[in-house]
């Protein structure tokens, strides 16, 4: 009989541990963290793409009478086939909106185009309703439990009848602002979330690097511009072999193409692009290879 005392009381323990760390609310983070998140998009016409972003918190903002911190993305975006949009083909540090919280009342507000919506309900329990966000229905919390996660427990809510769940500090498992629930035209992943140098999820032995706006060249793939600035010629330098089909563009800083697709045109894995006609200012070199994407920048003087 006595043998059986030590895993109950074991389990007597670790049953306390979980409910007093779930009782700790684990508020928003209000800087030093990212979603890394992607989305896929059906138009029905034929057309489809993906999106890959990093949504971070960098700085903050007083709006009205409440301090908020500023959300931006950086990221890339890929319609397929290219005929079917002109969507960007990469963001840097782009402003998408602000939010702010309210820790006593455990609530997240998204503040974009002029108006505040309540964005994150971490204050719920079984039967309350989670309001919608992205044009979708509001929610009802069907079960709450917890996940580790760095370590700590934190709450989950399970919505009825969606897809996705809500953690507190975190938001959807859909990614940030991402919707509950699956759409016919749209699927939403949240790939990670970092926090203070952290990756939390899906958990801590992830690797969560954000997004460049760009996929990086491998290293022995070098690539290099010159001049920059440049007046009349460009030249791209690269290390790929030369059995490798690459191909080189130059868009302007709304992300149209300024001149055609050209070639790499020698052995050396070298294009030299006619850049008179161009006006002043500054453009961005795509390289296309097999695998891999590379986006550089040149001023055109």
């Known amino acids: 009989m006595k043998k059986h005392l030590l895993p109950l009381a074991l389990f007597l323990f670790l049953a306390t541990q979980t409910k007093a760390q779930t009782s700790v609310y684990h508020a928003f983070p209000d800087s030093n963290a990212y979603w890394n998140q992607s ?15 990093s949504i971070f918190i960098k700085g903050d903002t007083t709006i009205g009478s409440y301090l908020y911190h500023k959300l931006f993305q950086t990221g890339d975006s890929f319609p397929f086939p290219s ?10 540090n782009q402003y998408i909106g602000a939010m702010r919280q309210d820790t006593a009342q455990r609530e997240v507000f998204i503040y974009i185009d002029s108006s505040e919506t309540l964005l994150y309900d971490f204050n719920l329990a ?21 996940v580790l996660m760095g370590g700590n427990y934190r709450k989950r809510f399970w919505l ?19 919707p509950f629930y699956l759409l016919y035209d749209f699927a939403f992943q949240l790939n990670c979330f970092s926090q203070n140098g952290q990756t939390l999820w899906p958990d801590s032995s ?6 460049t706006g760009v996929n990086e060249i491998r290293q022995e793939h ?10 009349n010629q460009l030249t791209i330098h690269t290390s790929f072999p030369a059995d490798e089909k690459v191909m ?10 300024a001149s055609p697709q050209a070639p790499l045109l020698n052995e050396r894995g070298d294009v030299v692009i006619d850049v008179s006609g161009l006006a002043a200012g500054m453009y961005f070199v795509e390289v296309v290879g097999e695998k891999e994407r590379w986006v550089g920048k040149f001023v055109k003087q």
């Open 83 to 92: 005929s079917c949009g002109s969507a960007e083909p990469y963001f840097i």
């Open 126 to 146: 079984v039967g309350d309703t989670m309001p919608g966000n992205d044009n979708e229905p509001s929610s009802v919390v069907g079960a709450v439990d917890s």
């Open 160 to 178: 009825i009848g969606a897809s996705g769940q809500l953690i507190e500090g975190m938001g959807s498992t859909y990614g940030f602002m991402a």
């Open 222 to 231: 070098f690539i290099s511009l010159y001049p920059n600035p440049a007046t």
């Open 39 to 53: 989305e896929q998009w059906d138009a029905g016409d034929g057309c489809t793409g993906n999106v890959v972003r």
């Open 248 to 257: 080189v563009s130059v868009m302007n800083v709304m992300g149209q193409e």
């Open 206 to 211: 992830s690797s969560c690097d954000i997004e």
